[in-house]
């Protein structure tokens, strides 16, 4: 149980165009999830807390307007990164936490995007 | 918010050796520690975690020891073997907030 998957899990565009990353919690329901970037040999950094069915908390220094989050849905939460540059190339990760455990999260695959 | 330091950065023990990681917190609230095992483009895999009502907790080579008094808890891994080498993370968390991460312990064992 607990499992938590992402989409695309890897994704090359072009700088200024657009790109969606999908976090899917596939067997609970998650009403908070939680978007993180990890630059190579980095930790992983939180961008920022998606609740379902209201506005994201993003953390100091991300740019909402350009990190564009939704959380439709208990299963489903997005990330757009919109006008990408090259240094926006990084992995992204999703987690979610089950409503029905108070602590753990569990994290998707990761999304591997490249901005050429 | 919550700061976490993770010591070393970059740890190399002979196989069957242990491994210690320390890592300290800077909020008292926090009430959960969890430790990842990270491989290289994978998604962080939950190896052991603690909670703030106990002092230690073992899973076969793995344990986990918090001291809230001090706000630091470490992993310790005996018999290392050459599949544990890894990026290690800690983080900590209270109730509802997001995970705040450790920096990471690059872990090599070698064979």
């Known amino acids: 149980g607990a499992v938590v998957s992402q989409h695309p899990s890897r994704v090359i565009c072009k700088s200024g165009t657009s790109v969606k990353i999908e976090c899917r919690s596939l067997?609970?329901?998650?009403?908070?999830m939680f978007w993180y970037r990890q630059f190579p040999k980095q930790s992983l950094m939180l961008m920022a807390t998606?609740?379902?069915?209201?506005?994201?908390?993003?953390e100091q220094g991300v740019e909402k307007d350009k990190f564009l989050i939704n959380h439709a849905s208990l299963t489903l939460s997005t990330l757009t990164v919109t006008s990408a540059h090259p240094e926006d190339s990084s992995f992204y990760i999703c987690?979610?936490?089950?409503?029905?455990?108070?602590?753990?999260?569990?994290f998707g695959p990761g999304t591997r995007l490249t901005v050429t | 918010g919550e700061n976490v330091e993770q010591h070393p950065s970059t740890l190399s023990v002979q196989e069957g050796d242990s491994a210690v990681i320390k890592c300290t917190y800077s909020?008292?609230?926090?009430?959960?520690f969890p430790w990842y095992k990270q491989e290289l483009g994978k998604r962080p895999q939950l190896i052991i975690d603690?909670?703030?009502?106990?002092g230690e907790k073992k899973d076969q080579r793995i344990a986990v020891t918090l001291n809230k008094t001090a706000k630091h808890f470490s992993l310790h891994i005996t018999e290392t073997q050459p599949e544990d080498s890894a990026v290690y993370f800690c983080?900590?968390?209270?109730?509802?907030?997001?995970?705040?991460f450790g920096k990471g312990t690059r872990l090599s064992v070698i064979a």
């Open positions: 067997d609970f329901q998650a009403t908070t």
């Open positions: 998606s609740n379902e069915g209201s506005k994201a908390t993003y």
């Open positions: 987690s979610a936490r089950d409503l029905a455990a108070a602590y753990e999260q569990y």
């Open positions: 603690i909670r703030s009502n106990v």
């Open positions: 983080a900590a968390s209270y109730r509802n907030t997001p995970l705040v």
């Open positions: 909020d008292s609230a926090s009430n959960y």
